[in-house]
């Protein structure tokens, strides 16, 4: 009878009684067996892997004060708004599944409700999934490839072109979902139904996070069925590990479900995570989304090119290098499966790519370890040295961003002229001239006032963009926020003239501009002005109403005149 180890794995299995798994198996006397030896000291592996996790943590870490930009600033004050015991979708509307608020109100919870607690917390979170990485690769792969995964990734993470140092639902969608396939590998090597289960739920705490994860709980599934085939299938069997891997994945949301339709507001929870997001999906043409897909995806890469090729390199090793072959259902079908993750709605936008890259990380992690013919020796550093220029390459091209400009100055060069640094003063002013009863509206897609000021929103809609898509529900959104501002009767009202934070269509309805131009001329007055320049510039009080703007782009707030 013989015997076998699956890479990683603690106990010996007898392959008479356990399951064909192409993805943890390793024939002895085959080549994978090359790929998987290293030379390294166990303590050099640790070593190395440390400084991979500190490479990404010292850079995030300097830019730890950076701005809250838009996403981030709707988790902040979700999150604020459940520690202060107020479930989502109260006082905040979107689309987006809970997941990612209950996780920044943890993080806030421990590391303070500021930019710099948010983005310790992510950089946490990115060296929590820097390791899983490192696992999953070395599972296949050999702890060689495991840190070139992990340092792939580490690196591509801080790309910052794809947005990576800001706190995006992606890092939270990652780090269940790697955990929870690490999960299934062992499950199934070792014929663990239970390890389904909670395998199941991992993956489904990712979905939670936001939508897209439901295509790694599909993943997972598929993985399953097709290993079935590779035997006899025990159709009773089958049912058991399916239905137990399902009813983990499904948990996390039927007990979210029953939390919020306990708090009052699974209605509104499930007309805009499921209703308005169906519009929303569907507000893009083939065209456009080629159009989109070719931007973000260029975007997203940018100075990682390098990095991508190699993984180009080594999505071709899968199907000609016979160790790597060992591995191709599983890499390839994760491959595949995280770029359907980024394409529900078909928006491409940059940090949706994000979710590519533990895919792209054991990709390279192919390529560099795979093993040369033993006779061209030299040949066999061609590929560490190429890694290690491509790495380079990046941090090179973005010496600048990632250790030279300050956060204020990193943000503007990052992202324009979002008005992220001022949000921040425009919610001190508020803070410091309003109790923690008054309320406040914002007439622009810029949730992170709402946070710093910790103020409550007058209406729920945080968010402009819904308002302005040609969808059915625009004009109902229009004058549910009207009615909601009008009856709220807020102490401030700030206005936004920024087109990105409104993203107007030609066909938006104009409701709520003519409605707001009325309104906020009969019962308020200015009383600050944000320009935005290189460095935010602000002026209060008359000031504010005699002065011309300095800039073509501003943030203006409004007070009521009867106080």
């Known amino acids: 009878m013989t015997r076998i180890r699956t890479p990683g794995a603690d106990s010996v299995i007898d392959r008479d009684q356990s399951m064909v798994i192409s993805s943890v198996s390793v024939r002895e006397n085959s080549d994978i067996a090359g790929m998987m030896k290293t030379g390294i000291p166990r303590r050099w592996r640790y070593a190395i892997l440390l400084l991979i996790i500190l490479f990404s943590a010292c850079v995030r870490f300097r830019l730890r004060d950076f701005p809250l930009e838009r996403d981030e600033g709707e988790y902040a004050y ?5 520690l202060q015991g107020i479930p989502p979708y109260q006082l905040a509307y979107n689309m987006k599944l809970p997941g990612t608020y209950a996780a ?12 710099s607690g948010i983005h310790i917390g992510v950089s946490l979170i990115n060296a929590a999934t820097i390791i899983l990485i490192y696992l999953l690769a070395g599972r296949l792969f050999g702890t060689a490839a495991g840190l070139v995964a992990a340092a792939s990734y580490s690196v591509l993470s801080i790309n910052q072109t ?8 992606e890092h939270f969608v990652l780090l269940p979902a790697i955990a929870g396939i690490l999960l299934l590998l062992k499950a199934v090597e070792l014929k663990r139904t239970g390890l389904l289960f909670w395998s199941g739920i991992l993956l489904g705490t990712s979905f939670l996070m936001k939508q897209p994860g439901v295509v790694f709980i599909l ?54 995570t499921f209703s308005y997001a169906a519009q929303y999906a569907s507000n893009v043409n083939f065209d456009a989304a080629l159009q989109l897909f070719r931007f973000g995806f260029v975007r997203a890469v940018g100075a990682g090119l390098l990095i991508w090729v190699i993984a180009a390199v080594g999505l071709a090793l899968l199907f000609v290098h016979r160790a790597a072959r060992e591995q191709a259902m599983f890499v390839g079908g994760f491959l595949l499966f995280s770029f359907m993750a980024v394409c529900p709605g078909l928006h491409f936008r940059e940090h949706y790519f994000i979710l ?76 410091a001239h309003s109790s923690p009863a008054d309320r406040v509206a914002v007439l622009g897609s810029e949730p992170e006032i709402y946070f710093y000021s910790q103020r409550h929103s007058a209406t729920g809609h945080i968010y402009m963009y819904g308002l302005m898509e040609p969808q059915k529900y625009a004009l109902q959104m229009q004058k549910e926020m009207i009615q909601e501002i009008e009856s709220a009767q807020p102490k401030f009202v700030v206005y936004v003239d920024v087109s990105a934070s409104w993203l107007p269509w030609p066909t938006s309805q104009r409701l709520i501009f003519d409605w707001a131009k009325s309104y906020l001329h009969e019962r308020y007055e200015i009383t600050g002005v944000a320009d935005i320049l290189q460095r935010p510039a602000y002026r209060w009080g008359e000031d504010a109403k005699i002065v011309k703007p300095g800039s073509p782009f501003g943030v203006y707030l409004f007070k009521r005149k009867d106080l």
Request: charged residues 15%.
């Open 356 to 431: 590519m890259l533990p895919a792209v990380s054991l990709l390279v992690g192919v390529a560099v370890t795979a093993q040369m013919p033993r006779r061209i020796t030299v040949l066999r550093f061609v590929p560490v040295l190429c890694f290690i220029f491509a790495c380079g390459f990046l941090v090179v091209r973005q010496r600048d961003f990632l250790f030279r400009m300050d956060p204020l100055t990193a943000c503007r060069s990052l992202y324009g002229e979002n008005p992220f640094p001022e949000a921040a003063g425009i919610a001190d002013y508020i803070k």
């Open 219 to 272: 993943f997972g599934g598929v993985y399953l069925l097709v290993l079935e085939r590779k035997d006899a299938i025990d159709w009773r069997g089958l049912w058991t590990r399916i239905g137990a891997y399902g009813a983990g994945a499904a948990l996390p949301f039927v007990l979210t479900c029953l939390i919020l339709l306990k708090a009052s507001v699974f209605q509104k929870f499930w007309f805009w």
């Open 78 to 82: 979700a999150g604020q708004l459940i």
């Open 104 to 115: 920044y109100a943890l993080l806030m919870g421990a590391f303070g409700q500021t930019p």
């Open 162 to 169: 794809i947005l990576g140092i800001a706190g995006h639902t």
